[in-house]
């Protein structure tokens, strides 16, 4: 008998663990079981209101006004039937105030919002507000000057429907923002001068040490006068007895980039192809009616890199750039400053002048910023890096884009960027007045 | 001896008894917990695929305006950013409800999205990216199965009241609610089936813009048009507070022969151009002339025309069975538009044929997947998404291969 007492005893604390277990372990509702993403769909259902910026405007406007109507019957029809909503605007108050938000207009369209909801919060500015962007100055620490050239007595080639006075325009527009100082070289013996080493405004910005020099000429590049056949450093623009004697300029150009640290760009095709100046050369052409220039040919990319790496000048006309069949592509890094930025050149080009890699080796260079994806053995655009070997300083760069004419300077603008990475420092969003924050909240209907 | 025997017998009995009972009480307990545990995961699982294909645009990110096979399954629009989709990308899904299409001039069978008569997008099946590959790119291949519909939000639909002189009511709704007070920018495109036998139709395009009333619908009236005589097609575009929707309707005067155009090539944006006895046969078919042009949705809600690239496509005569080639066009651009392509066999007997390039410049709904219907336990989960400036509205469901049996 005693053991049936046991047993029942046992019965009985074991019902009591069942139901203190079924007490504890409360099961949800259905409807928390398998629950819609309350959350993402008042995000979306904002983000699709403010498609055409209709609710950031309306967020700003009087309470009684029909654009709030718009707004309520936009929600109710983009909404599923069963789920209600609340629709608040804040205003976004700044300062050491006690209230961070004060409560401007609320549309809803049921008492309330049921046992479960959830909301998603989107913060619009007023279109009456500019906010402001500071970038970074380049050069901060050294350097910093950016050079333009717009020489009036040179011409272009490769730029076709364009100047390099229209271009050069353009890209002070695009870059002065990012630059200690934005300088125009405005004619050949302004160039002459930066070639020196001499500054030539009365900026105190200005340093022609670590400077970027941009051509704007395309495949030519601006001559001084004074290293032309027959003036005074001759010698240094001139190697009489061959095909194409300018070829030393090119190679005047690499030394002093070395020398200075420049980042020298060639904005489209095949680097150096053609020198300029329309005084000198008045009666020459560039064997396609363009008077005022002359041809280096190919020569003048291989006499820049010798230069640049302080080989002996030899005279060479092998080619190094080739055209590539396929589209090239921006580069990854590229692409993520587009945005970052806000320039959006076509992702996609086509590249006649591609440099061949092997420079990498032949002149000590190194790739510091690849601006589209290499193809095979060859670059369509990047900048490349001087450092001698064994040791460990820059000593002068090279932006070479080898993509078919017309050139987009956007592309200029972005590799520049891209490669110096300034930064850009918003203005808070949170300022009084230019700011307001709009909650939806959602809450479902029916079921249990 | 024995009264101890038998108590000893009794408890035990009884003990053996309480425990079956307990354990099977315990057991549902647990089991409908495991069970709303698996409901819960799934779910979340839904929420995070439904992102997972919603914000990322795939791999390569231009994968639906070529025709390569993406490594990566995603829907976003590569050239923005949140919940905006590739026009594109969703026009290279394997529309599931639609009856496949085959084509013996091309040997290819085409997946079909047709919204009525002239009104279809037809993309050759080696093109389209079919539920399997889908499934094993998102890595549920196996554990999971789906079913993506994307519709859209606002539904413009257009109902005939009199041809002569032509009236049409355009009701617009929401998902839950009719789009009051929204304005309606349309656009009616009427076939000139004018000149002799064998002469080209052209086509005029007329715009105009109405407001809904407090139910939603609007009527337009075009007085100096005679439907009756004349076919036409109207394009309604409603448009509210960043809610756009696009309605069309479309009256034909002769559909015993007519063209079917088929997206063959994404990369070259070429475009076929068929005679319907070819793809559906019919009766007492006949040679007709056509006429393509390719319109693009401006910021302001009206068409504009963009040359097509291959001028000798542009319009030509399309005739039926073996030795008669098929026509093709090449599309002028990647952004999203309608393709217009008119017709006709003689002055009388005229109609017109809509193609979306791009999903959403019709408003043509995606399903993508299996069918949910018959799964033990389908979890959903929506969000709002912009694809082109039209607003839809994305639903995945979700279900899981592992089984949801219980016991007791």
Excluded at chain 1, 292 to 320: C, H, W
Excluded at chain 2, 328 to 355: F, H
Aim: aromatic content about 12%; some cysteine.
């Amino acid at each position: 008998m005693m053991r049936t007492i046991e047993v029942l005893l046992v019965i009985i604390i074991i019902t009591g663990a069942f139901i203190i277990a079924s007490f504890f372990a409360v099961l949800p509702m259905p409807r928390r079981v398998s629950p819609l993403n309350l959350r993402r769909l008042a995000l979306t259902t904002l983000q699709t209101l403010d498609l055409d910026y209709h609710l950031s405007e309306t967020a700003f406007k009087p309470t009684d006004d029909e654009a709030w109507d718009q707004i309520q019957v936009a929600l109710s029809a983009c909404l599923p039937p069963n789920i209600v909503y609340n629709l608040t605007v804040y205003e976004v108050q700044s300062g050491s105030g006690t209230e961070l938000y004060i409560r401007m207009k609320s549309i809803s369209n049921a008492e309330s919002l049921g046992i479960q909801s959830d909301a998603s919060s989107y913060l619009v500015a007023s279109s009456n507000v500019t906010f402001r962007v500071i970038p970074e100055k380049i050069g901060e620490h050294g350097g910093g000057t950016l050079y333009i050239l717009n020489c009036s007595d040179a011409n272009g080639w490769w730029i076709t429907g364009y100047t390099a006075q229209s271009l050069a325009e353009d890209l002070y527009k695009l870059l002065s923002p990012y630059f200690q100082a934005t300088i125009m070289v405005q004619n050949t013996t302004q160039l002459g001068q930066i070639l020196n080493g001499t500054k030539i405004s009365d900026s105190p910005y200005e340093n022609v040490t670590k400077a970027v020099i941009i051509n704007t000429f395309g495949e030519c590049v601006p001559i001084p006068t004074e290293y032309c056949q027959g003036y005074g450093r001759e010698s240094e623009g001139y190697y009489p007895g061959v095909n194409y004697p300018y070829t030393r300029y090119c190679y005047t150009l690499g030394q002093r980039t070395r020398v200075y640290n420049w980042t020298w760009i060639s904005i489209v095709g095949y680097p150096l192809y053609y020198v300029s100046n329309t005084v000198v050369f008045a009666n020459e052409n560039n064997t396609y009616g363009i008077y005022g220039m002359r041809k280096v040919y190919q020569g003048g990319i291989n006499a820049f890199l010798q230069g640049l790496d302080n080989q002996p000048y030899q005279y060479s006309e092998t080619r190094i750039a080739y055209s590539i069949s396929q589209l090239v592509q921006l580069s990854s890094e590229a692409s993520y400053y587009c945005n970052y930025y806000g320039l959006y050149p076509s992702p996609n080009q086509i590249s006649s002048r591609a440099l061949n890699d092997s420079i990498v080796n032949n002149y000590n260079l190194s790739i510091a910023l690849y601006v589209f994806n290499q193809v095979g053995n060859l670059i369509p655009g990047a900048v490349y890096r001087h450092i001698f070997k064994g040791g460990t300083n820059v000593t002068g760069s090279l932006l070479a884009l080898g993509l078919t004419r017309t050139p987009d300077i956007r592309l200029t603008a972005l590799g520049l960027l891209s490669y110096y990475k300034p930064r850009l420092y918003r203005s808070e969003y949170t300022a009084a007045g230019t700011s307001r924050l709009v909650i939806l909240q959602l809450g479902q209907t029916g079921g249990i | 001896m024995a009264g101890s025997t038998i108590d000893h017998l009794v408890s035990v009995t009884v003990f053996l008894g309480a425990i079956l009972v307990f354990i099977s009480l315990f057991n549902q307990t647990l089991q409908t917990a495991i069970l709303y545990q698996r409901h819960r995961n799934l779910a979340t699982k839904c929420s995070d695929l439904l992102d997972n294909m919603l914000l990322n645009p795939g791999t390569p990110s231009y994968w639906g305006r070529s025709n390569v096979t993406p490594t990566g399954f995603g829907l976003q629009d590569p050239e923005f950013t949140q919940y905006r989709l590739s026009p594109f990308s969703l026009m290279r899904l394997n529309y599931t409800p639609g009856k496949p299409v085959f084509y013996p001039k091309t040997g290819k069978y085409y997946s079909n999205i047709t919204m009525g008569f002239g009104k279809s997008l037809l993309v050759p099946f080696n093109e389209v990216i079919n539920y399997s590959t889908a499934a094993r790119l998102l890595g549920v291949n196996g554990t999971y199965g789906f079913s993506l519909t994307i519709t859209p939000i606002v539904t413009v639909s257009i109902t005939e009241l009199q041809l002569n002189p032509l009236q049409l009511r355009v009701d617009v709704r929401g998902a839950g609610f009719p789009l009051i007070y929204a304005n309606v920018s349309h656009c009616l495109i009427t076939v000139k089936a004018t000149g002799g036998q064998g002469a080209y139709p052209s086509y005029t395009v007329d715009y105009g813009s109405a407001l809904t009333d407090s139910e939603g619908s609007v009527l337009l009236t075009f007085p100096s048009f005679d439907g009756e005589e004349e076919s036409y097609v109207l394009i309604a575009y409603a448009h509210l507070s960043g809610l756009v929707g696009v309605g069309y309707h479309e009256h034909v005067q002769y559909t015993g022969s007519y063209v079917v155009p088929f997206v063959e090539d994404f990369d070259t944006r070429r475009v076929l151009i068929a005679h319907s006895w070819d793809v559906h046969g019919g009766d007492n078919p006949a040679e007709i002339s056509y006429n393509a042009t390719f319109v693009l949705l401006t910021e302001d809600f009206t068409l504009r025309e963009m040359p097509l690239e291959n001028s000798t496509g542009k319009v030509g005569k399309i005739n039926y069975g073996v030795g008669k080639p098929y026509q093709n066009i090449t599309i002028p651009t990647y952004n999203p538009g309608i393709l217009v392509i008119t017709y006709r066999k003689s002055a009388q007997e005229s109609g017109v044929v809509l193609m979306p390039w791009g999903i959403s410049s019709m408003a043509f709904p995606v399903t993508f997947g299996e069918d949910p219907f018959g799964k033990v336990w389908v979890a959903t989960d929506i969000r709002q998404v912009i694809v082109n400036n039209i607003a839809y509205q994305a639903k995945l469901a979700l279900w899981s291969f592992e089984g949801y049996q219980v016991i007791g």
